[in-house]
């Protein structure tokens, strides 16, 4: 019939759990917090650090690219670093359990163990089919690592009372799409496997992963789907996610926050691509651009996002697919936040943050 739509899965039902009023206009303690970051690079050495980096955005061999990665790479850990060793994480990781670090065998790119750690709240220690959160660290795509967010990821395994295992999927340029991708999905497919033995329950596996991470996290639901394997997971949390290459577009129509990191992101994209030009339309680079029959086949998805995010339009654009695709459980937009500033938990909009994702995940995983 002429306009009928045919449904390859049913249609996930959304409990309308969040529906945040956004007023345009940032946290006043983000804004005070963002004026100190700002006023840390005004000095001589913090203006040369990045006009070098500004410098070698426009290189494009392998050795450049290394070394630009590795520069960000610095700059990252200088930032993230001090965030994530205050005392409020100290409290969750009094509170967790490191289990011992599994090694997921591979041969997409040569044989190589994904190491995944393992976090396990002391409250439920011990039990058995507990919910299981498996994650993709940030960082762009080239910068990070799983231990780095160890103190973010104890926060959510205590909140959430359930088991998480951080995925230290390899990165770019080292590493290059979709091998990065593929390092996440044999995790999942590993640990629904051997979920029993792990003392989780296979049928409450959760993917998530934020800014780079959320990125892997689509691709591994894109590969999901293109192998008709969706039951596997339960459940997804793109957060804060890259979802396609928007900032290759006009910058005069992008927000404020969009065109302050298009730049770079275009750069982030061409780091993390084996051929840029050959992989423009392939879901596993960009997965915004997955097909809608594909997108019809993805987990139950929770986009999480942030009023002031410089992936927003690409994120709520999705969003908009899924829905339409019946595969959209919720759209998160905390107010008056930037990127990242949910893991900050001195500002306000963090707090917003932990919460939203602590309901989400009783409402649509737990229970």
């Known amino acids: 019939m002429l306009g009928r739509e045919e449904e390859t899965m049913p249609r996930v039902v959304s409990k309308n759990l969040f529906n945040f009023p956004l007023s345009g206009k940032m946290d006043e303690d983000l804004v005070k917090m963002q004026a100190g970051v700002t006023k840390q690079y005004e000095n001589e050495e913090g203006k040369a650090f990045s006009k070098k980096l500004q410098d070698m955005q426009a290189l494009d061999d392998p050795e450049s690219e290394l070394a630009y990665a590795k520069m960000f790479r610095q700059m990252v850990d200088g930032f993230m670093g001090p965030i994530l060793q205050k005392p409020y994480f100290v409290k969750y990781a009094e509170q967790t359990i490191v289990g011992e670090t599994l090694k997921v065998p591979t041969t997409h790119d040569g044989d190589f163990a994904v190491p995944v750690e393992v976090y396990i709240p002391k409250k439920i220690a011990g039990e058995k089919a507990n919910p299981a959160y498996i994650y993709a660290h940030g960082g762009g795509g080239y910068c990070g690592t799983a231990a780095d967010y160890k103190p973010w990821l104890d926060v959510l395994a205590v909140e959430g009372n359930m088991v998480v295992f951080n995925v230290d999927y390899r990165i770019a340029p080292e590493t290059k799409c ?59 949390i793109p957060g804060i996610p890259m979802v396609d290459d928007y900032c290759f577009s006009e910058p005069a129509s992008m927000t404020k926050e969009e065109r302050t990191a298009h730049v ?94 602590r309901t989400a995940i009783e409402e649509y995983l737990v229970n």
């Open 264 to 357: 770079w992101m275009r750069k982030c994209w061409k780091l993390i691509a084996a051929d840029l030009e050959a992989q423009k339309d392939d879901p596993l680079l960009f997965p915004g651009k997955v097909s809608d029959a594909l997108l019809e086949k993805f987990p139950p998805t929770i986009i999480n996002e942030v009023e002031f995010d410089m992936f927003i339009t690409e994120s709520t654009r999705l969003a908009t697919r899924l829905r339409r695709a019946g595969r959209l459980l919720e759209l998160i937009v905390i107010p008056g936040a930037t990127h990242i500033s949910g893991m900050m938990p001195e500002l306000e909009c963090s707090k917003v943050w932990i919460g939203a994702l």
């Open 178 to 236: 979709p091998n990065n991708v593929k390092d996440f999905y044999e995790a999942i497919k590993y640990i629904k496997v051997n979920a029993e033995s792990l003392g989780v329950d296979p049928n409450r596996i959760c993917i998530a992963g934020d800014s780079g991470g959320g990125y892997i996290c689509l691709g591994a639901m894109v590969l999901l789907a293109q192998n008709d394997e969706t039951d596997l997971v339960k459940l997804a």
